[in-house]
C-alpha cells in the first residue's frame, strides 16, 4: 500500500495569516498516462463527512474558495490556506487515489486559529 | 445532486456481522465506484473498499478476508458486511461515491453523513 504521511500533526494559525500542511507519499502518486498526480486533500469539521477540497493535486473543487490551493507532484503535496478565516478551523487530509491499488489516507493535520 | 445515506444496526455484537446498505439518489450506482470509509472515534479515516461497473469490487488488503460489498441495482443501493467484528471495529462508517474524472478513477466526491456503529456485548 501507498503509506501517507502529514505533516505537521497539529498547527495554529492567526486570522489572516497562512496555514501550510505537508503530505509525503512512500511512492510516487503521478501517472504517466495522463500526467496527473492521484493526490486529493479534504477538509472534515466535527460531526461531518469530510469534504473534497482539491483533486489532481491542485485542481480546486467546484465551491471551494481561492484561498485553498494544492501544490507539488510525484511524491510531495503541500495544502496551502491565504487569509485563514475562523470557519477553516478542521482536520486536513490528504489521500491517494491511484487507480487499482487501496485508496489510503493521511493520519490527518488539525488546524486551530492562534 | 447525488446523496447518500446509510443504514442499520448501531450495535453488533462481538463476533457477529455488520451489515449496512447505502442508498443513493440523484444518480445511479452503476457507474463510478461506491465505497465505504469507516473512521473510529477521535481517528482517521480508513478505506474499507468499493463495488464498479459489472459488480466488480476492490477491498482494503487488511479487511478482505472479512468484508463483502454487494449492490442492488434494481434499489440503487450498495451494501456491506463485515463480519466477526471486535472492538477495533467501532467507528462512524461512511458510504460514498469515488468519481471518474477525465476518464480516471477520482476522488471521492459525494458522502453520506455516516453512521456509527458500536460493537459491544
Known amino acids: 500500500d501507498i503509506v501517507m504521511t502529514q505533516s505537521p500533526d497539529s498547527l495554529a494559525v492567526s486570522l489572516g495569516e497562512r496555514a501550510t500542511i505537508n503530505c509525503k507519499s512512500s511512492q510516487s502518486v503521478l501517472y504517466s498516462s495522463n500526467n496527473k498526480n492521484f493526490l486529493a486533500w479534504y477538509q472534515q469539521k466535527p460531526r461531518q463527512p469530510p469534504k473534497l477540497l482539491i483533486y489532481?493535486?491542485?485542481t480546486r473543487e467546484s465551491g471551494v474558495p481561492d484561498r485553498f490551493s494544492g501544490s507539488g507532484s510525484g511524491t510531495d503535496f503541500t495544502l496551502t490556506i491565504s487569509n485563514l478565516q475562523a470557519e477553516d478551523v478542521a482536520v486536513y487530509y490528504c489521500?491517494?487515489?491511484?487507480?487499482?491499488?487501496?485508496?489510503?489516507f493521511g493520519q490527518g493535520t488539525r488546524l486551530e486559529i492562534k | 445532486q447525488v446523496q447518500l445515506q446509510e443504514s442499520g444496526p448501531g450495535l453488533v455484537k462481538p463476533s457477529e456481522t455488520l451489515s449496512l446498505t447505502c442508498g443513493v439518489s440523484?444518480?445511479?450506482?452503476?457507474?463510478?465506484?461506491w465505497t465505504w470509509i469507516r473512521q473510529p472515534p477521535g481517528k482517521g479515516l480508513e478505506w474499507i473498499g468499493y463495488i464498479y461497473t459489472g459488480g466488480n469490487t476492490n477491498y482494503n488488503p487488511s479487511l478482505k478476508s472479512r468484508v463483502t460489498i454487494s449492490a442492488d441495482m434494481s434499489k440503487n443501493q450498495f451494501s456491506l458486511k463485515l463480519t466477526s467484528v471486535a472492538a477495533a471495529d467501532t467507528a462512524v462508517y461512511y458510504c460514498?461515491?469515488?468519481?471518474?474524472?477525465?476518464?480516471?478513477?477520482?476522488?471521492?466526491?459525494?458522502w453520506g453523513h455516516g453512521t456509527m456503529v458500536t460493537v459491544s456485548s
Open positions: 489532481w493535486a491542485s
Open positions: 460514498a461515491r469515488q468519481g471518474v474524472r477525465d476518464g480516471y478513477s477520482g476522488p471521492v466526491d459525494y
Open positions: 489521500q491517494q487515489y491511484f487507480g487499482g491499488l487501496p485508496i489510503t
Open positions: 440523484g444518480g445511479s450506482i452503476s457507474s463510478h465506484y
